[in-house]
Each structure stands twice: as structure tokens, then as C-alpha cells.
């Protein structure tokens, strides 16, 4: 005898297999449009255009990481983007965890405005779509908690960082040399995936074209690129491995005992408190458990499943295992020799949760 019936795991491999599909064709994206240059040259651009300021230049490269983050998604911001920011920071003579800490914490709280910023909101899509709604809808319901928790984590990286933020730089990094017509292709490709992923295009699809057209475009330009392309296959098997474990889970009476413990109503106390919840959990066991777990407590009203999505999203920034990115972003980290103490990362990660979580809830409750 089974937990799951036929019916059951027909609508659970319906439900994942889009989602997966994209997070390995977006990864095969962003790889090949880091090695066509396309992250360097932005990078040297936004440290071109800082003008030797140092506040000018973080502006610029957090706009960068909002950026990347929403339409390119979280883990992609934590893998490619960090060691730009690193590189960077060194060339032009500033501290490097000024950059460090921008992008692990936008990575983290800026993935709320598109379904394809953060696997947790390709999740939420679908039962979005069962409650009648669409892509604009989650846009619509998205974008102020978005704007409330990014502008709450900058405002905090600044304060912590304000006297590096103070200072000027005098060299401007070269750009490093790359071939063009890769990467006016890669370019090109990473500026249209905004659009067509804000405008409602399937992400799998669009996905898929894109890592299709830059792997023929870089496989005639420069084969030698494509050695070693990293495809997650160990990350998407262990996505699918806990979303098969937690729906067991739900069959047996979890969805019982988690509805019974979170705050019901959509008014402003509950949905802080159904975002707060989330923020806890995705610290303890990680956000893509923390969202399985606790989605059937508010599945049944688009608003609640937000300040879920806010929480999960832009709190699990305390503990190492939190979320994905966090652990991607320490990776590349030591691989560039800098350090950030836990000692102060963890308290500052817990206040910055704390802020942005709170301020996305509030920015929800006050637009929804």
C-alpha cells in the first residue's frame, strides 16, 4: 500500500516537473552567459559608472543584484554574481564584504516580484493558477512587499556599511577581454528574459530557448566554454526528493497540525504573523521545506500565500542551511579568500530578517 495514490503522484510530477525543467535550463543560461562575459562586463560598467564614488558604485552594483535576482533567480545571483562583486571591490580598493554581504541578502530578499526569482514562487504559481489567478495577479500582489523588503535591506547594509560607503576609489578595472558576438548573444538573451518573464511567458519555455540559443551560439563561437558546464541534477533531485517527502508528510495529518498553529484571517496581524512563521521555519530546516510545509495553511487566500512567500523568502538569512543560496554564496566566498565572521554575520542576518520580513508584511497588508 502506498501513501500517494496514482492520482496523487500524477499532480505532483505535474506540479514539479515545470519547475525543474526551468531551474536546470536557467542555470545553463546564467552559466554560459558568466563565461561569455556578460556579469564581467557588467560589473566594470557599473564600477565605470560610479565615478570613483564609493556610494555611487554600491547603488549601482545592488541594482545590479535586484536585477539579476528577479529575473534570473536567487541562486543565480548567490553563484555569479558574488564573485564580480569580490573581484570588483578588490580592483578598485574597497572592502570586499561590503559587496559580500549585498549580494547573499538581496539574493535572498529580492527574489519575491516574478514566479521565476525563487523556485519557492514557481510553487506558489501553481496554486495561484488553482485559485482562478494568474501570473499578473502574482505580479500585482508581489510588487510592493518586493519594493518594501529590497528598500529595508539596503537601507541596513548601508547603515552597517556606511563609512566604506564614505569613501572613493581611484582606479577603474579594465574590462577583460571577450568575444563579441557571444556576448552581444548572451547579452541580448539575459535583457529579453525580463520581459518575457514579467509578461507571463511559461518560464520553462522560455528557459529552455534561451539555454538552447546560447549553447548553439557558444558551442560555434567558443566549444571551449562549454567543458565542465555545471547542471544541477544533484540540487533538482534533492528538490524533488522533499517535495515528495513532505507531500507523504501532508497525507498522514501534517496539513491538520500546521493549519491549527498559524494565525487564521487575512488582516495585517495574521499575515505578519503567517510571514514570521515562514521566516522561523526556513531558518530551522531550510525555505523550500518551510514552504511545503506550511503552504496548505494558506493555500486558500492568494494574500496569506504572499506573506508566506515573504517569509520564506526574505527571512531564512540567520543560519548557514537556510536557504540554497546562502550556502552557494559561502562557496564562492572562501573560494575567493574572504571571510565573514558568523560571529557578526548571524546577528546582522537576524536583523535583517527581522526588517525585511516586517516590512514586506506591512507593505502586503497595506495593498492587498
Known amino acids: 500500500m502506498t501513501l500517494l495514490d496514482a492520482a496523487a503522484l500524477e499532480a505532483l510530477v505535474l ?17 554560459v552567459a558568466e563565461r561569455a562575459g556578460v556579469f564581467d562586463v557588467a560589473g566594470h560598467r557599473v564600477a565605470h559608472w560610479g565615478r570613483h564614488r564609493a556610494w555611487a558604485l554600491w547603488v549601482l552594483f545592488a541594482a545590479l543584484a535586484v536585477g539579476c535576482t528577479v529575473v534570473l533567480s536567487i541562486d543565480t545571483t548567490a553563484v555569479l554574481l558574488t564573485p564580480v562583486g569580490l573581484a570588483v571591490a578588490r580592483q578598485v580598493g574597497l572592502d570586499a564584504r561590503l559587496f559580500a554581504v549585498t549580494t547573499l541578502w538581496v539574493a535572498n530578499t529580492g527574489s519575491l516580484l516574478l514566479p ?32 518594501a523588503c529590497v528598500g529595508a535591506t539596503l537601507l541596513l547594509v548601508a547603515a ?27 547579452g541580448a538573451v539575459c535583457v529579453a528574459l525580463g520581459p518575457l518573464f514579467a509578461l507571463g511567458a511559461p518560464p520553462w519555455a522560455v528557459s529552455v530557448v534561451s539555454a538552447a540559443v546560447l549553447l548553439a551560439v557558444a558551442r560555434r563561437r567558443a566549444p571551449a566554454l562549454l567543458a565542465d558546464l555545471p547542471v544541477p541534477w544533484l540540487m533538482a533531485g534533492a528538490f524533488v526528493g522533499v517535495s515528495l517527502a513532505v507531500e507523504v508528510l501532508h497525507e498522514v495529518g501534517l496539513t491538520q497540525v500546521v493549519t491549527g498553529l498559524l494565525p487564521a484571517g487575512s488582516g495585517a496581524a495574521a499575515l505578519a504573523g503567517v510571514a514570521g512563521a515562514g521566516a522561523v521555519v526556513s531558518n530551522a530546516v531550510n525555505n523550500l521545506p518551510a514552504y511545503l510545509l506550511l503552504e496548505p495553511a494558506v493555500a486558500e487566500a492568494p494574500e496569506r500565500l504572499m506573506a508566506l512567500l515573504v517569509g520564506v523568502n526574505a527571512g531564512p538569512l540567520v543560519t548557514p542551511w537556510a536557504s540554497l543560496a546562502t550556502l552557494l554564496w559561502l562557496q564562492r566566498c572562501r573560494g575567493a ?17 527581522a526588517l525585511s520580513v516586517g516590512a514586506g508584511a506591512l507593505a502586503l497588508a497595506a495593498t492587498s
Open 15 to 31: 506540479r514539479l516537473l515545470p519547475v525543474v525543467v526551468f531551474l536546470l535550463a536557467i542555470t545553463v543560461t546564467a552559466e
Open 116 to 147: 521565476v526569482s525563487n523556485l519557492t514562487n514557481l510553487l506558489a504559481l501553481h496554486t495561484v493558477g488553482r485559485l482562478g489567478l494568474g501570473h499578473g495577479d502574482f505580479v500585482r500582489l508581489a510588487w510592493a512587499p518586493a519594493l
Open 160 to 186: 552597517l556599511h556606511r563609512r566604506t560607503l564614505a569613501a572613493g576609489y581611484a582606479v577603474d578595472p579594465p574590462p577583460d577581454p571577450h568575444d563579441a558576438v557571444l556576448l552581444r548573444w548572451a
Open 337 to 353: 579568500g574572504v571571510v565573514v565572521p558568523w560571529r557578526w554575520l548571524l546577528p546582522a542576518g537576524a536583523a535583517c530578517a
